[in-house]
């Protein structure tokens, strides 16, 4: 996952990583590693969620203890949230994004 920015299937690795947590209902360890490489993800999209966006919500949905245990996952989530709206800026729909991982922090924070 150190390439994640040559590689060519990321979408496909989001889409995987979202299907074991969503069947399993529950965040595996690998799932938690994975999570780690979710900003680059979003930094190659340039600020463009694609299907960041339901990965990041069934990691709440289903792991919201691993944001308990391990504050780094909210920073996480934070520099994200600021990343989609100031340094993308340049593309219509990413202020929509921070919104939307805005929402997702408050559900962090809530829950």
């Known amino acids: 996952m150190n390439y994640i920015k040559k590689i ?13 947590i969503t069947i399993g209902e529950k965040v595996p360890q690998e799932a938690i590693s994975f999570f780690q ?3 680059k993800y979003l930094k190659k999209n340039r600020g463009l969620m694609l299907d960041l966006f339901e990965l990041l919500n069934a990691y709440i949905v289903y792991g919201s203890q ?8 909210v920073q ?5 949230i600021k990343k ?19 929402s997702i922090l408050l559900q962090v924070n809530l829950f």
């Open 37 to 39: 490489h979710t900003p």
């Open 76 to 80: 996480t989530l934070c520099a994200m």
């Open 84 to 102: 989609s709206i100031t340094d993308y800026s340049d593309y219509d729909k990413s202020i929509y994004l921070g919104y939307n991982l805005l």
């Open 66 to 73: 691993m944001f308990d245990d391990n504050a780094e996952h």
């Open 8 to 20: 060519e299937f990321d979408e496909d690795l989001v889409l995987i990583v979202t299907s074991l």
